[in-house]
């Protein structure tokens, strides 16, 4: 049957789309938005500044291939630049791995509660999204190696995960590396990396600089409080690189994104200051929410999976309606098979002091 109109691609149309963590609710003064992961200190005022240099320079094209940027961020990590790209943010990475190393009838393999842009880039590849179940919401390499078929091209581990906030510790992701087969690409997504501290955990640069079929991919949008801009990286083999370089758009990244990615990374006291305050307020807010008989995960990141009962007035559901109306956003993740919890970004004390109290308000009231 001949088509009436333009059809997309095998698997566009079986994508859910992504929708991010809502950001209002109306009817409410003052909002705290503790859906989307952000600091609550902002960026550095050094990158606030190179930012504000670029209205001057706006009709400029940006450097193509974002140089000085990736000279930095070599400076930062004792890497070669040679074999960073950046992006419009790590999503855009991990959407050109996809349209790169994919193809009809490929499959990736991505864990059940693992970022929500792996089967939609797997998808938009025209492969097969493949489920790899996890153990206490922690991805499970003997699981993810159950799941390696011929068809298998890539395997998406984001460590540490997102929402979940579990890690694996390094020692688990070299014994996944050392079973995949070598015409697998393993992507490690770090996106939280930076807010790690346990001493058995490496983002995976050690692991790249060793191997052919492993890439890293970061943001700039987490602790480096730059989301607006959309900015990440990637650190990779000189091959995949390569590849990754021929299909990117010319510019994909923008002049001011540049200019403020080189001033954020330099500026490591900032960096400090927001490590040390996700790192008092998380292990504050996963003790004082347990105190209130709720599940939290241990989160190792800049947020917190909080679980609420199954019954009625008490569920998760119940508990969003009551912390929106009173200026409190926090993320629902259905979408991430996870109906009965909400995520929570560490904020501001103010926010979650908030948070807390409106806990203790709802299950009282629910009681």
């Not at 797997?122 to 493949?130: D, E, H, N």
């Not at 807010?195 to 995976?204: K, S």
Request: aromatic letters at 8%; proline letters at 6%.
């Amino acid at each position: 049957m001949t088509a009436t109109r333009p059809q997309p691609r095998p698997g566009v149309l079986d994508i859910e789309a992504y929708v991010p963590g809502k950001s209002s609710a109306p009817g409410v003064a003052k909002i705290f938005k503790l859906s989307s992961n952000e600091t609550p200190l902002g960026p550095s005022p050094r990158a606030i500044a190179a930012y504000k240099t670029w209205a001057d320079h706006l009709e400029d094209y940006p450097d193509g291939s974002a140089s000085e940027l990736r000279d930095a961020i070599g400076r930062a990590f004792g890497l070669d630049p040679d074999r960073i790209v950046c992006g419009a943010g790590s999503d855009d990475l991990l959407h050109l791995l996809a349209h790169a190393y994919l193809v009809d009838g490929d499959e990736a393999i991505h864990t059940t509660h693992g970022f929500l842009v792996y089967p939609i880039a797997t998808l938009g590849a025209g492969a097969k999204p493949v489920v790899a179940p996890e153990t206490d919401f922690t991805a499970d390499v003997d699981a993810i190696l159950e799941r390696v078929t011929a068809r298998t091209k890539i395997v998406f581990l984001a460590n540490p995960n997102n929402p979940t906030g579990t890690c694996l510790a390094f020692d688990e992701v070299k014994r996944l590396h050392r079973s995949l087969p070598p015409h697998v690409l393993l992507v490690l997504d770090a996106a939280y990396a930076e807010y790690v501290q346990r001493n058995d955990y490496e983002a995976g640069i050690e692991l790249v600089a060793t191997s052919e079929n492993v890439v890293m991919c970061r943001t700039f949008s987490k602790i480096h409080g730059l989301a607006a801009l959309r900015l990440g990286w990637m650190f990779g083999p000189a091959h995949i690189v390569d590849a990754i370089n021929r299909i990117r758009g010319p510019f994909n990244v923008t002049g001011p994104a540049i200019a403020a990615g080189i001033a954020a990374i330099e500026d490591l006291e900032h960096q400090e200051r927001s490590r040390e305050h996700n790192a008092r307020w998380r292990d504050w807010l996963m003790q004082e929410i347990g105190k209130l008989g709720l599940e939290v995960t241990p989160s190792v990141a800049n947020f917190v999976l909080i679980h609420f009962p199954h019954t009625k007035g008490r569920t998760a559901k119940d508990a969003d309606a009551f912390l929106s109306a009173r200026g409190l956003i926090l993320r629902q993740t259905t979408a991430y098979k996870l109906p009965h919890a909400l995520r929570m970004s560490v904020g501001t004390e103010e926010a979650n002091r908030l948070v807390l109290a409106a806990l203790k308000e709802f299950l009282a009231k629910a009681a």
